[in-house]
């Protein structure tokens, strides 16, 4: 089984997700993450390339402590549909069958085929693509549908404190969970599912701010008591909001 590490949060729900979508180069929305083995506590590439770019940490506004940040480590089913693009053969396939029309990937298209890609820049580093590839920063896999996911675990990323005026850090350590976790069955998410329909039917929200606030803490708060969701209420409003209005 291929196993993941993806950083930035503890508990996959769904509907919280937004769907792929083309952004030039790279992709916005989906899950992202990178290749990783549970043995290795103290190496991941993506955290190792963040270790010497130390900045993404210190300005991503949604780490209240950039020291501690929350990951969850996923293990894939063993049938999930991944288009791997390791070599120049395989990106040149992927771009004659899902064009952008920019000579590029059309991610939106690939998704309906597929439940992620895979792209692995270290061996395709000298591709006539590579310009485009290195934005990718590190080896890297994109999920279009959760629900590929076996299970997943939580997982804590613990950064030794260090000096911000120095742009890199060097001591980390990964810390996963053992519990198994399961992406939920889809009326877990019925509640959720409701309300993006009924904003759905509206191109401008007929209500003024106030409502709006007190129905997103409102939504916020039965995750969090009803679903066990572990994200403060603030984020949760933050990711809902998101899903609204990115329709």
Same mark, same amino acid.
């Given at each position: 089984m291929t196993t993941f590490l993806n950083v930035g949060t503890n508990q996959i729900i769904p509907e919280l997700f937004s769907p792929i979508q083309n952004n030039n180069v790279k992709p916005i929305g989906g899950l992202w993450a990178t290749r990783h083995n549970i043995e290795n506590i103290y190496f991941n590439e993506w955290i190792d390339y963040l270790s010497i770019n130390a900045y993404i940490l210190l300005y991503k506004r949604q780490y209240k402590n950039p020291f501690n940040?929350?990951? &969850? +480590?996923? &293990?894939l089913k063993n049938n999930a549909k991944i288009f791997t693009v390791a070599n120049e053969i395989e990106l040149e396939f992927l771009l004659k069958d899902y064009d952008d029309g920019n000579a590029w990937i059309d991610f939106e298209a690939l998704s309906k085929d597929y439940d992620g890609i895979f792209i692995s820049i270290r061996q395709l580093h000298n591709s006539k693509f590579y310009q485009q590839l290195k934005k990718f920063a590190v080896d890297t896999l994109i999920l279009f549908n959760v629900n590929c996911i076996q299970y997943y675990q939580k997982a804590e990323i613990e950064i030794?404190?260090?000096? *911000? =005026?120095?742009? =890199? +850090?060097?001591? !980390? $350590?990964?810390? #996963?969970?053992? &519990? @198994?976790?399961? #992406?939920?069955?889809? @009326? !877990?998410?019925?509640? *959720? /599912?409701? *309300?993006?329909?009924? +904003? /759905?039917? =509206? &191109?401008y929200l007929p209500i003024i701010d106030n409502q709006?606030?007190? #129905? %997103?803490?409102?939504?916020?708060?039965? %995750?969090?008591?009803? =679903?066990? !969701?572990? @994200? $403060?209420?603030? /984020?949760?409003q933050k990711l809902l909001t998101r899903k609204l209005f990115n329709k």
């Amino acid at each position: 089984m291929t196993t993941f590490l993806n950083v930035g949060t503890n508990q996959i729900i769904p509907e919280l997700f937004s769907p792929i979508q083309n952004n030039n180069v790279k992709p916005i929305g989906g899950l992202w993450a990178t290749r990783h083995n549970i043995e290795n506590i103290y190496f991941n590439e993506w955290i190792d390339y963040l270790s010497i770019n130390a900045y993404i940490l210190l300005y991503k506004r949604q780490y209240k402590n950039p020291f501690n940040i929350p990951a &969850t +480590f996923i &293990t894939l089913k063993n049938n999930a549909k991944i288009f791997t693009v390791a070599n120049e053969i395989e990106l040149e396939f992927l771009l004659k069958d899902y064009d952008d029309g920019n000579a590029w990937i059309d991610f939106e298209a690939l998704s309906k085929d597929y439940d992620g890609i895979f792209i692995s820049i270290r061996q395709l580093h000298n591709s006539k693509f590579y310009q485009q590839l290195k934005k990718f920063a590190v080896d890297t896999l994109i999920l279009f549908n959760v629900n590929c996911i076996q299970y997943y675990q939580k997982a804590e990323i613990e950064i030794a404190p260090f000096d *911000i =005026y120095h742009p =890199y +850090f060097i001591d !980390y $350590e990964i810390k #996963i969970n053992d &519990t @198994k976790e399961f #992406i939920p069955d889809p @009326k !877990y998410n019925q509640d *959720i /599912s409701k *309300i993006m329909q009924l +904003f /759905s039917n =509206y &191109t401008y929200l007929p209500i003024i701010d106030n409502q709006l606030s007190e #129905i %997103l803490n409102s939504l916020a708060n039965k %995750l969090s008591i009803e =679903y066990e !969701y572990n @994200k $403060e209420n603030e /984020s949760i409003q933050k990711l809902l909001t998101r899903k609204l209005f990115n329709k």
